[in-house]
Nanobody
């Protein structure tokens, strides 16, 4: 499975941005997750969505502000980010897993990151 993240950029605080993850192939056994890594910090889990159920799961830090969704026709998984804050500045990654766990180590396939910068 190959993944490619896109959509990053510069946005003002309070603004919105949508990231997209293109997945080379879609199977019911996979889930796709979004992560981010801010400068000097560990990579952090944000959200995940299985292809089979579409049932999304979020980290508490982004619940209510971020929305993950999938487009079966396009084989993409989007992350809609609202009410962005300067502390959301990070490199954002998408990844795929066959596991039900959310830990970074559970994800086998990673896309390249896309940089999101939120200005104050």
């Amino acid at each position: 499975v190959q993944l490619q993240a896109s959509g990053g950029g510069l946005v003002q605080a309070g603004g919105s941005l949508t990231l997209s993850c293109a997945v080379s192939r879609r199977t019911s056994t996979y889930a796709v997750g979004w992560f981010r890594q801010a400068p000097g910090k560990n990579r952090e889990f944000l959200a995940r969505i299985p292809w089979s159920t579409g049932y999304s799961y979020y980290a508490d830090s982004v619940k209510g502000r971020f929305t993950i969704s999938r487009d079966n026709a396009k084989n993409t998984v989007d992350l809609q980010m609202n009410s962005l804050k300067p502390e959301d500045t990070a490199v954002y990654y998408c990844a795929a897993t066959t596991s039900s766990r959310n830990e970074i180590s559970a994800y086998d396939y990673w896309g390249q990151g896309t940089l999101v910068t939120v200005s104050s």
